[in-house]
């Protein structure tokens, strides 16, 4: 049994800064890559931000420059500091992460349960 734990999520006025977290638990034998990514009502999940275990990053281009993922491996734990928050980043946010479980070979992906984050005045 794995879970993806997502906080940080609230409102906050434009050009505002919000930092997420996402806590993996359960029978984790190994994680590779975790990622956030965000829906908006109307709209299809998008990918906003992923690390490999080793530290490799990848953005959106709409976030290059205002947000930085990054992750605490010892704590099964990735982050998203994102800053100069705008309008256009409302959305339901949510963590993925690739991870192999105790007695199995496979990576699978899980993703967390979801953090709204919105961005008004």
């Known amino acids: 049994q794995v879970q993806l734990v997502e906080s940080g999520g609230g409102l906050v006025q434009p050009g505002g800064s919000l930092r997420l977290s996402c806590a993996a638990s359960?029978?984790?034998?190994?994680?590779?890559?975790m990622g956030w990514y965000r829906q908006a009502p109307g709209k299809q999940r998008e990918l906003v931000a992923d690390?490999?275990?080793?530290?490799?990053?990848n953005y959106a281009e709409s976030v290059k420059g205002r947000f930085t993922i990054s992750r605490d491996n010892a704590k099964n734990t990735v982050y998203l500091q994102m800053n100069s928050l705008k309008a256009e980043d409302t959305a339901v946010y949510y963590c993925?992460?690739?991870?192999?479980?105790?007695?199995?070979?496979?990576?699978?992906?899980?993703w967390g349960q979801g953090t709204q984050v919105t961005v008004s005045s």
């Open positions: 690390i490999t275990s080793g530290g490799s990053t």
């Open positions: 993925k992460a690739r991870l192999v479980v105790f007695g199995s070979m496979w990576y699978n992906d899980y």
């Open positions: 359960g029978s984790i034998l190994s994680i590779g890559t």
